[in-house]
């Protein structure tokens, strides 16, 4: 079973009696998201998925944060956005397009990623359902009670407070209509009637009633478990900064239950997502982060599912860009197989159902073989499909051309340690190191490339075959084959190891290969 299965389980046996499961995730369109960010979708989406499977109806809502104030530049943003930090995202200008704002663009541009990942999710823009007035039953609710809400507060905080502190705090943010920032502070509050008096650093001055006003939001101690109420939330995680005991999860617990009187969602934090071998050819447009659409770039969409899926919200780990992203390919590729052919166990089914993987799949070409071979090649895409067509590779469909292209994206940007080069020169002292029958393999090689293999398993073959002049035990054959190759690797490449030989010799001109052994 695996972990989101687990979740949804739980989810049953402590709310059996719920008509809708909402399911909740949270994003704040202040930069790119990146894929730790994602884990704030993929994992509400995955525990979504396993609780229909369950029978159970499901909403799963997104609710983009764009109320919120601007609170830094971020690393590509132009140091001239400055200027904006204390107003909302939605009445930012975007630095990238024209007439959108700051949050429409972000929002946009991750909403595209969702739906490249096939994410369908209900989507509620926090500037909307605060000017709408939606909220202001509650806001009201909220400043009634913020002697007690303050008091829930003052709980987790380690230093004394004080009553001056008590008596200025409210639990909300005014943006001035006149500068459109929430530098404002708030000097008296009528119960009765909801007006607020207030002023901004601005030198503006204002009365507003809580009972109408737009350009008022809840702190987000507050904010987040009254939305927990008003969309009934059953299931919501979130980062582990926010999870800690004393952290803003378990003050927005007291306030659902002691201020709204909603008994607080289900929730699991979940832990960080690493980079590995991004180095400096990370994506120059997102500053120092990766996001989804970068990872696009490298991963079928199937495989970025396999990583959120197969590792639990706790468990950090690395999504790698160097040379394990072969292996991430080949491992994949391996239990797609077992998959489909039925031969996979129980667990390791279950995290393939939650990668929406189809039987077409299959079709795919070994990554490493394009990857290997691409720079070989020149990058001469008709001579790539007329070698691998010879490895019986269907090179004519849609799933050979979507791999190639992730392939040549990874070669050209992250993989430049995993290009294989003929040497320049022969490698003398190597030759002269071998023995005179190790030497007559290597003459009985370049006969053998004189030969016109149709397929490069003939080729393959026949390569074993160079050995087995009088050699008959088995064990003995095997060391001989492995020592053989081991030469032509180093012969060829300077190395132990290399590329399948047999697709390898038919990519490089015969010549080349003649004059180096």
Known sequence: MNWAKEVALKIIKERPNEEIYTV???????GFVHIGNFREIATPYLVAKELKKLGKKVRYILSF?????????????DSSYEKYIGMPYTEIPSPFTENESYATYMENRFLNELKAMDVEVECIYQTKEYQSGRYNRYIKIAMDNRDKIFSIIDDFRTQESTEEERKNYYPISIYCPKCRKDSTTISYYDKNTGEVEYSCSCGHNDILNINSATNVKLQWKVDWPMRWMIERVTFETGGIDHSASNGSKAVSERV?????????????PYNFIGIKGGGAKMSSSTGNVLTITDLLKVYDKNIIWWFYARFDNMHAFDIALDNDVIRYYSEFDRWVKLYFNGNIDDKNKSILDLTNVKEEYLNNPNFSYLATFLPIVNFDIDLLKELLSKENINVNTKEFNQRLELATNWVNNYGA????????????EYYESLSNLEKEWLKNTILLLEENFKTTNDLQTALYDVVKDGILADKELKQAQKRYFQILYNMLLGTDQGPKLGLFLMAIDKEKIKAIL
Do not use: C, H, T
Request: proline residues 9%; charged residues 25%.
């Open 24 to 30: 909740a995730s949270g994003v704040s369109p202040s």
């Open 256 to 268: 659902a239950r002691e201020i709204f009187n909603y008994e607080p969602p289900l929730y699991i």
């Open 65 to 77: 944060d764009e109320f919120d104030r601007f609170r830094k530049v971020p690393g590509n943003i």
């Open 417 to 428: 340690d995993y290009q294989v080069n003929l040497l320049n020169e022969r490698n003398i």
